[in-house]
């Protein structure tokens, strides 16, 4: 217990000095190439604080344990929205662009509403799972979202750019690199021994994805985005956060059903319309008080929404 202890300290220390070198490094990016750092956060630092989720669920996926590989990407994309967007906001205001309001948060809506979709269709023999169909069409979608990225950059100008310090490029990718290995081992560190020390509490394999696997692989986002919100990078707190739900369920899910088509458990359903819900409270947030603007008090509500939810989580699903 002493061991696993010190290897979840190395664990956050890890993530936290991944997530500054991420961050700076992702931001003197931008400057370089004259990329807004909404762009940058929608994707590399997206990619980046999502890998954790990534290795683990390819694992969990050619094992078989389903509830892990759903519960780690539902219950992760509802601790970024709620819990990380949410903290971001109470360190500070978040205005969102215009592009978020009407394209970001609406495709991470689609993102979940297509995931519904396919894995309540009951298949013959199958039943409800997630085929490597599905996990095509999952992937189809995170292209156009790529696509739709790259188009975005072409006609959007207007987008505010980076001011952060401009270091050597070979410099600015070892932080990158370093910082995304950071964030990438750091939470695997933290995952494997919460992993463990929540089996040896004779937890359910849903209740360990939903929590304590979501959240270890939510630390990246975590770090990512206080961070990015302490310096101001907003775009990119805000783009890291929409950018790894969109991943996390497209790329992510799309990439474990190729690996082993993913047996569901409806009881998702349930997490999935929370996670829904949250979505469209982000989206309507930004027509309240001053427009397209995250206030304080909106983004205290978010986190106490996610109280209510650990509350469900514990007393319900874990009994």
């Known amino acids: 217990m002493f061991a696993q202890i010190l290897l979840l300290i190395l664990g956050f220390i890890l993530l936290i000095k991944g997530a500054d070198l991420t961050v700076g490094g992702a931001s003197c990016l931008a400057k370089r ?28 996926s050619y094992q078989g344990l389903n509830d892990i590989v759903f519960g780690n990407v539902i219950g992760s994309n509802i601790m970024n929205l709620f819990v990380i967007l949410g903290i971001a906001g ?67 100008s207007t987008l505010p750019l980076s001011e952060a310090k401009t270091y050597s490029l070979p410099k600015t990718w ?12 750091g939470g695997r560190l933290v995952v494997d021994n919460a992993i463990k020390i929540a089996t040896n509490l004779g937890m359910s394999e849903k209740l360990i994805g939903l929590t304590i696997v979501a ?41 474990s059903a190729l690996v082993s088509p993913i047996v569901f458990d409806p009881s998702f359903n349930i997490d999935l319309v929370i996670l829904a819900a949250g979505t469209i409270f982000l989206f309507i947030a930004m027509f309240t008080g001053m427009q397209k603007k995250l206030d304080r008090w909106e983004a205290g509500l978010l986190v106490l929404g ?14």
């Open 306 to 319: 996610y109280v209510g939810y650990l509350v469900y989580m514990v007393y319900m699903v874990g009994n």
């Open 174 to 185: 070892v932080y990158i690199l370093l910082g995304l290995a950071g964030l990438t081992f």
């Open 90 to 156: 109470l360190i500070t205001p978040i205005r969102v662009q215009s592009t978020t309001v009407w394209k970001e948060i609406p495709f991470s809506l689609l993102s979940i509403l297509v995931l519904m979709l396919l894995a309540n269709v009951i298949l013959p023999v199958q039943g409800l799972i997630l085929s490597r169909f599905d996990g095509l069409l999952l992937l189809l979608f995170f292209s156009a979202f790529l696509f739709y990225v790259y188009k975005q950059l072409g006609k959007d």
């Open 33 to 60: 190439y004259h990329v807004p750092d909404l762009a940058i956060g929608l994707t590399i630092v997206a990619f980046g604080t999502s890998a954790p989720e990534l290795v683990i669920n390819t694992f969990a």
């Open 215 to 255: 959240v270890g692989t939510s630390l990246p986002e975590l770090a990512t985005s206080i961070v990015a919100a302490v310096k101001k990078n907003i775009d990119l707190a805000v783009g890291n956060i929409i950018g790894s739900n969109i991943f996390n369920i497209f790329l992510i899910l799309g990439m």
